[in-house]
């Protein structure tokens, strides 16, 4: 078996004062920088949010300035009547001075924005525009163009749409009136660049991406082109994932923020790498280190004071232990400031005082133990039964000379053989009995065969084991007390049966009898001769051996007889090894 490894209290008691600490600091630092870094994310998100939100109203305003220039343009009387000159008069001369007349108008309604490339006027399948050269192939086409049939059929009331990758479109309707049903169009081409001076305010860091897309999940802009391929192939995360969320792109942790341009409908998102968040968090962390160190190193200090404290007390009483399992057991008391020490060094003083005396006690009770073994060897015969027997064979001698006495002399030597070869208490059944019988035949001999003695032994139970001299004492209480004088018939029944785990001996007298029925001894009557230091001794000799459930019980009544009734356990081999050594470790 392998020594199990051991260490001194201080130790313990510091190991475990600094795991609390240090697991209190763990908590505590992982706390705190959990609400900072959700603070930290709350403040970026109200940060890029909060730009965000103003690029999307420098982009509503943009748009807001190209509606209200094109319903400028639709209200203008000089351009309406310039349209309907170029379209109606029979003048050729006219006609195209008119159509002149609305270029100069468009090329000065541009004057107002930059981003204004060019401007067109759709009006009874005609287009008049302010510089074609621009993008030719745009008035060629602009019939096909579906956006344009629901301006006209009053499906919408504006069309903001990509053309390219260089331009936009706004289209209104031009001169929808009561009067005229089927109006005209009015498309503003706009430089894609607009978005970009709307939106520089967010891009405040090289790796932030920001694009828009409009309802039907198309890619509008993209800050930097390099990532419009990597966004195109993301727009259904993007167009799922809430504003204010993180967003994982591509294996790449991005805090996503959201606005919705209400004027076009179209989405604006700042992706903002997770990294560049986490970067704010170092200066604190770099502030709090040395601070968490600092923290960490009074503490395991302090730990290590308070279990040198609580353990310092201590070790002389551990000195003194150490020397008590060598047999020193002097100890001089002391006195801490710790109660529960002193409590323990006052129970520890007693308890070495407390061994000492028992180990003198038990020395003594050794030596008293030896001496009555030695006492006990030299008188292993009743001096009361040597009395009665020698007594017994004087009567006869004085008598007769008859050869009874050579079985009178068998019987006791048998009896004495018996009663003295057995170094255990354990002998089996059969022997007791055969020890109480070879009484019977004294005692009987001594009442002149006027005892009648009956046996009635179950054939299994001879060979279980049992004390020896439980019967003898018992009998002999029969002819002391159960029968004044030789003079008397009587009969004696000794029975021996098993009922369950139980041995039971029954021995029944039919003698003068008193009035008794208990577990407990009669009353001893010096006066009367009555000591019961036989009965006595059996039942304490039965308790000890077996427990308070096994004895002696004593029915008797007068003119009646007495009937003891006597219980101990069945006893197998390994039970009587058992009880040999237990008694033999009491002894």
């Known amino acids: 078996m392998m020594k199990q490894r051991t260490h001194s209290l201080q130790t313990i008691l510091f190991r475990y004062f600094a795991s609390i600490i240090v697991l209190v600091l763990l908590i505590l630092t992982v706390s705190i920088s959990a609400n900072f870094s959700r603070a930290t994310r709350t403040s970026s998100y109200d940060k890029y949010q909060n730009i965000l939100k103003q690029s999307n109203l420098q982009l509503s305003s943009a748009f807001w300035s190209f509606a209200t220039e094109a319903a400028a343009l639709d209200y203008n009387p000089e351009l309406i009547s310039s349209v309907n000159l170029a379209l109606h008069s029979s003048n050729a001369g006219i006609r195209l001075q008119n159509r002149y007349n609305i270029q100069k108008l468009l ?40 956006w344009l049939t629901q301006l006209l059929n009053q499906e919408t009331d504006r069309v903001i749409i990509p053309y390219g990758q260089k331009y936009f479109i706004y289209a209104r309707p031009f001169q929808r009136t009561l009067h005229e049903p089927s109006p005209g169009a009015i498309i503003f081409f706009f430089d894609s660049k607009f978005l970009q001076s709307c939106l520089e305010n967010v891009e405040d860091d090289a790796e932030t991406l920001l694009c828009v897309f409009d309802e039907d999940n198309t890619l509008l802009y993209v800050h930097n082109e390099e990532y419009r391929r990597f966004l195109s192939n993301q727009m259904e995360k993007l167009s799922s994932s ?25 989405t604006l998102v700042s992706l903002v790498p ?3 968040i986490l970067k704010g968090l170092m200066p604190f962390y770099l502030q709090i280190l040395p601070l968490v160190l600092l923290i960490l190193g009074l503490s395991i200090y302090l730990a290590f004071i308070l279990s040198r404290r609580i353990s310092q007390p201590i070790e002389p009483l551990l000195k003194s232990m150490e020397q008590s399992s060598s047999g020193d057991f002097t100890f001089q008391p002391y006195q801490t400031k710790i109660q529960e020490i002193n409590t323990l060094i006052t129970g520890y003083d007693e308890m070495l005082h407390r061994i000492s005396t028992l180990i003198h006690h038990i020395q003594k009770i050794e030596k008293d133990r030896r001496r009555t073994e030695m006492e006990v060897l030299q008188a292993q015969i009743s001096p009361h039964f040597i009395y009665n027997t020698l007594n017994s064979i004087r009567w006869l001698a004085l008598m007769q000379n008859s050869p009874k006495i050579a079985e009178i002399i068998f019987s006791f030597s048998s009896l004495l053989e018996l009663a003295s070869s057995h170094p255990s208490e354990l002998i089996t059944v059969e022997e007791e009995l055969q020890i ?30 049992t004390l020896k001299l439980v019967i003898q004492p018992i009998v002999e209480n029969c002819f002391c007390h159960g029968f004044s004088s030789a003079a008397d018939r009587g009969v004696i029944t000794i029975s021996c049966r098993r009922e369950e785990n139980i041995l039971i001996f029954n021995i029944l007298d039919n003698g003068a009898g008193f009035s008794w029925d208990s577990r407990e001894l009669p009353p001893s009557s010096a006066t009367e001769g009555h000591h019961n230091i036989g009965l006595a001794n059996v039942r304490n000799r039965i308790q000890l051996w077996f427990g308070e459930n096994y004895g002696l019980t004593i029915t008797s009544a007068p003119g009646k007889g007495t009937n003891v009734l006597l219980t101990q356990p069945i006893l197998a081999e390994e039970t009587e090894e058992l009880y040999d050594t237990d008694y033999d470790r009491r002894g």
Request: glycine share 4%; hydrophobic share 35%; charged share 20%.
């Open 436 to 465: 109480s019988s070879h009484y019977l035949d004294i005692m009987n001999f001594r009442y002149n065969g006027m005892i009648q003695i009956t046996w009635d032994v179950e054939p299994t139970v001879r060979q279980y084991k």
């Open 107 to 146: 090329v000065s309604a541009s004057s107002y924005s930059s981003y204004i490339k060019n401007i067109y006027i759709y009006k009874e399948d005609t287009v008049f525009f302010m510089n074609d050269s621009i993008i030719p192939s745009f008035s060629t086409h602009l019939k096909e163009m579906p």
């Open 242 to 266: 809430p504003s204010g969320q993180e967003i994982l792109l591509d294996g790449t942790s991005y805090f996503c923020t959201k606005e919705i341009n209400e004027f076009s409908g179209w």
């Open 274 to 276: 997770t990294s560049i």
